[in-house]
């Protein structure tokens, strides 16, 4: 899993092609919890890391991120 950072400077982590921003800790702050990048769409993809685990939430209903944004995410920033 890739890792950026945001123009906010919030932590991205790059999952399958999909782009997720660090939203709040979870579990007694044992679990990071990332919203989809796609608020625009009203996305409500979601993913929970906690040491040597990554759980998609929630999927994406109607939208497709390229693989493309997430290299270049990870090459210039």
């Known amino acids: 899993m890739d890792s950026v950072k945001s123009n906010r400077n ?4 790059c999952h399958k092609g999909f782009q997720y921003v660090f939203d709040k800790f979870i579990n007694n702050n044992t ?3 990332y919203r989809c990048r796609r608020r625009d769409m ?19 209903g109607g939208h497709d991120e390229s693989p493309t944004s997430v290299e270049v995410g990870t090459v210039f920033f």
């Open 31 to 33: 679990t990071k919890s």
């Open 42 to 60: 009203n996305c409500k993809g979601r993913i929970h890391i906690t040491p040597g685990e990554i759980r998609v939430v929630n999927g994406h």
């Open 10 to 13: 919030s932590d991205v982590k």
